[in-house]
């Protein structure tokens, strides 16, 4: 992106077409990469013929981001054990627009994941990013009375699935810091007094992280004993610490100094109801360097 000029309206709004990339795709690395196929045909462009660059850049970033979300859907098909997106390290003020931190979460992105290429596309740029119907028919190749059946039909069909429950960060950051304290002192009867009965853990190794669970582990006890056991059987020192994760506050972990995962959460009643961990080290490259996210 080098040879674009500061005062571009693709640099202007680089944030936002990063940040509708990443939601319709779950990648960081796969945004980029819609972002660099996009950004060759701004350049090819007649920039006289376009009345509004920002709705002109989003309508190219969706057309790739869905060439690129239907090619990689075999891909994701044939991914060993569970699929989680790669985590973002984001800025504490990304949760002040409420909104935005929501549609950014990891609960959020794997419920996304559940909808079809165009229903996604089109409940990120209506609910997300409040796109005009008729601009989103234009981007998704459909009418805007289609565009609208399926925006309602994908909002229900989210709706059904993402959690319920807001928490503002400062109640979340004190969970966080509770599971935390937890995790470091390897305290089983702490972790009992921060996960709710019924949590569910989820676990992203990719096949390439020994001992990363391929199966949810739902439970309490179940799952302080897999977390204590398994820190107790590796060898070094597992250390977490609070980090910001995709809006929201979330936990790193590191062994003998070395990043090894990160860990979103989900929380009802001061509880973790939800654990979202990514370990695989092909999805970690991006939570050493805050990304720039917009709407």
Known sequence: ????????????????LFTVAYEMLGSAEDA????????????????????DPRAYLVRIVTRQALNHLRSVSRRREDYVGEWLPEPLLTSPDVAEDVELAE???IAMLTVLETLGPSERAVFVLREVFDVPYDEIADAVGKTPAAVRQIAHRAKDHVAARRPRIHVVPSELEEVV?????????GDLQGLMDVLAPDVVSVADGGGKVR???R????????????????????PGTFVASAMWLNGQPGIRMELDGRLVGVVSLTVEDGRVTRIYSIANPD????VDAEAVVAR
Not at 5 to 16: I, N
Not at 177 to 185: G, H, I, K, P, T
Not at 217 to 231: C, Q
């Open 103 to 105: 549609s950014l979460s």
């Open 211 to 213: 001992g990363a669970a």
């Open 1 to 16: 992106m080098s040879i674009a000029q500061v005062d571009d309206p693709f640099v202007e709004h680089r944030g936002l």
């Open 177 to 185: 810091e509770r599971l935390v304290s937890a995790l470091n002192s």
């Open 32 to 51: 980029e990469d819609v972002l660099q196929e996009s950004w060759l045909r701004w350049a090819a462009a007649d920039r006289d013929e376009v009345r």
């Open 215 to 234: 199966h949810p582990v739902v439970g309490a006890l179940r799952l302080a004993r897999y977390l204590v056991g398994g820190m107790e059987k590796t």
């Open 283 to 286: 999805k970690l490259g991006r």
